[in-house]
C-alpha cells in the first residue's frame, strides 16, 4: 500500500512540473468539440442530437493521446528498469499509473462538462448523466490506452499505431456509454448500462495488469 | 511426451514435414472448393424467400468461419511463442495476420452484397457487423504493430500479447447475434442441434466450410515456408536447398 501512495505520489509530482501533460488533452479536447460543432453547423435542435457524440469522440482520443505517454518518461529515463529489478510488485505500480493518469486528465474533463453542456445546449439532466457516463466509461479507457502505450514502449513514431491499436477495443465501452445516454434522453432506466460499464470495468482491470506486467518487463529487458 | 512438439519447432524439420503436405493440401482446396461450388451455384436448391440470393451464403458463412478461427489459430501460435518461445509459433503468427485480414475483408464484402437484396441495405449498423469490422481493423492493427516491431528489430512478442488481448472481441463476434436482438440470422451450425436449414444446403456448406480450411491452411503453408526462407537465409540448409531445387 505504501509503494502505492509513494508511486501516486510521484506520478502528481511529475505531472504537476510539467502542467502541459495535463493541459493539452484538455485543450485538444475542446478543440476537437469546437471543431465537430463547426463541421455540423450551430443549429440547437441538430446540436443537442448530435453533441454527445462529439463528447465521447473528444474524450476517447485526449484520453488515449494522453495515455500514450504514460510509461515514456520512466522509459526513457531509466526509472522503469529501476522498478522492473527493484523486486516491488509491478501490478502496484501499474495501477498507480493509470490511476494518477485517470485523476489527471478526467477530473478536468468533469469540470469543464457543465461549460461545455451549457454551450451545445443540453440541459441539466443531460449533463448530469454525461458526466456520470464519463466518470463510469473514462477508467477502462485509462487502462486500455496504458495497455497501447505499454505494447509500443520503445517503438519509433508510435503515436499513430497506439491509436489504431486500441480504438478498436475502446468500442465496446462507447457501444455502452451512448446506450447510457440514449436510455436518458428517452426516459427509461439507465440502471443497466450502468451495471455493464462497470463490469467492463472490472474486467479490464482485472486482465489489464497481467499484460502490462508482460509489456513492461519486454520492454525493460530490451 | 511433448518431444514431436519440440522437433516440429525446429524450421528445418517443419519445413521438410510441409514440403511433404504442401502440393495435396492445396490440390484438395482447389478440389474441394471448386467441386463444391458446383454443387452450391447449380444445385443446391433456392431459398423460398431469398430465391437465389441465398446462394451467396456458400461464401459468405465459411469465410466468417475462417476469419474467426484464423484468429484464434493466431492466438494460440502467439500462446504457444511467448510460453515455450519458439521463434517459429511467432512466424506461424506473422503468417496469419494479412490471410484473417483478407478473410474478414469478404466477409464484410459478401455480407453487405447479401444484404441488398435481403435487407435492401448495403450495411447496417448491427452488433454482429461491427464486431465483425473490429476484428477486421484487430488485424490491421496486428499488421501494423508486426510492421513497426520488424522495423526496430524485435521479436513479436508484442504482437503476440496484442493478440491474447484481442480475443475478447471473438465471444462478443459469436454471441452478439443471441444477446442482442440483431436483423443478423443466427449462427448456421452448432454442435448440439440439427441445423435450421434442410439436408440439401447445409451438407454443401459444411463441405465449403472444410474446403475453406483446407485453402487456409494451404496458403498458410506457403506463407510460413517463405518466412523460414527469409528468416533462415543464413543457415546451411537453406543455402544447399536452394542450390538442389
Known amino acids: ?222 | 511426451m511433448l518431444g514431436w512438439f519440440h522437433k516440429l519447432g525446429s524450421p528445418k524439420l517443419f519445413f521438410e514435414i510441409s514440403t511433404r503436405w504442401q502440393n495435396p493440401i492445396t490440390a484438395l482446396s482447389v478440389l474441394v472448393i471448386g467441386g463444391c461450388a458446383f454443387w452450391c451455384l447449380l444445385f443446391a436448391p433456392a431459398d423460398y424467400q431469398q430465391g437465389h440470393a441465398v446462394r451467396i451464403m456458400y461464401i459468405h458463412v465459411p469465410a466468417a468461419i475462417l476469419a474467426q478461427s484464423g484468429y484464434i489459430f493466431m492466438a494460440l501460435c502467439s500462446a504457444v511463442y511467448l510460453i515455450w518461445n519458439i521463434k517459429l509459433a511467432d512466424w506461424a503468427a506473422k503468417s496469419v495476420a494479412p490471410l484473417g485480414a483478407s478473410l474478414s475483408f469478404l466477409v464484410l464484402i459478401t455480407g453487405s452484397i447479401w444484404g441488398k437484396p435481403t435487407w435492401g441495405a448495403w450495411w447496417v449498423w448491427d452488433a454482429r457487423l461491427t464486431s465483425t469490422l473490429v476484428l477486421l481493423l484487430l488485424y490491421l492493427g496486428m499488421i501494423a504493430l508486426r510492421g513497426a516491431l520488424e522495423e526496430k528489430g524485435t521479436d513479436g512478442r508484442a504482437c503476440g500479447i496484442l493478440a491474447i488481448v484481442g480475443l475478447v472481441n471473438i465471444p462478443i463476434i459469436k454471441f452478439s447475434v443471441d444477446w442482442w436482438f440483431t436483423l443478423h440470422q443466427p449462427a448456421s451450425f452448432k454442435l448440439t442441434e440439427q441445423p435450421a436449414m434442410p439436408l440439401e444446403m447445409w451438407l454443401p456448406l459444411l463441405i465449403m466450410v472444410i474446403g475453406y480450411y483446407l485453402f487456409f491452411f494451404s496458403v498458410w503453408i506457403y506463407r510460413i515456408r517463405n518466412e523460414i526462407l527469409i528468416r533462415e537465409k543464413k543457415t546451411a540448409w537453406v543455402k544447399s536447398w536452394a542450390g538442389s531445387s
Open chain 1, 1 to 222: 500500500m505504501t509503494f502505492f501512495k509513494a508511486s501516486i505520489r510521484r506520478e502528481l509530482i511529475n505531472y504537476h512540473r510539467k502542467p502541459s501533460l495535463v493541459l493539452n488533452p484538455l485543450v485538444f479536447y475542446g478543440l476537437v468539440v469546437f471543431l465537430s460543432v463547426i463541421a455540423v453547423g450551430p443549429e440547437k435542435g441538430q446540436l443537442v442530437q448530435v453533441a454527445p457524440a462529439f463528447i465521447w469522440t473528444a474524450a476517447l482520443l485526449a484520453i488515449l493521446m494522453s495515455a500514450d505517454g504514460v510509461f515514456r518518461n520512466d522509459y526513457e529515463d531509466g526509472s522503469l528498469e529501476l522498478v522492473v529489478v527493484s523486486g516491488k510488485s509491478l501490478a502496484v505500480y501499474v495501477l498507480a499509473k493509470t490511476t494518477a493518469h485517470w485523476i489527471v486528465t478526467v477530473v478536468p474533463l468533469v469540470l469543464l462538462m457543465p461549460l461545455l453542456g451549457i454551450t451545445l445546449f443540453f440541459d441539466f439532466r443531460s449533463i448530469w448523466v454525461l458526466c456520470l457516463g464519463i466518470v463510469l466509461v473514462t477508467p477502462t479507457l485509462s487502462i486500455l490506452g496504458a495497455v497501447g502505450a505499454a505494447i509500443t514502449l520503445g517503438l519509433p513514431r508510435n503515436g499513430m499505431l497506439t491509436f489504431v491499436l486500441i480504438l478498436p477495443f475502446y468500442v465496446p465501452p462507447l457501444i455502452f456509454v451512448t446506450g447510457m445516454i440514449q436510455a436518458s434522453q428517452l426516459g427509461e432506466a439507465i440502471l443497466p448500462f450502468v451495471y455493464w460499464l462497470l463490469g467492463i470495468f472490472f474486467l479490464a482491470i482485472a486482465l489489464a495488469p497481467m499484460v502490462l506486467i508482460a509489456c513492461l518487463r519486454m520492454a525493460a529487458e530490451d
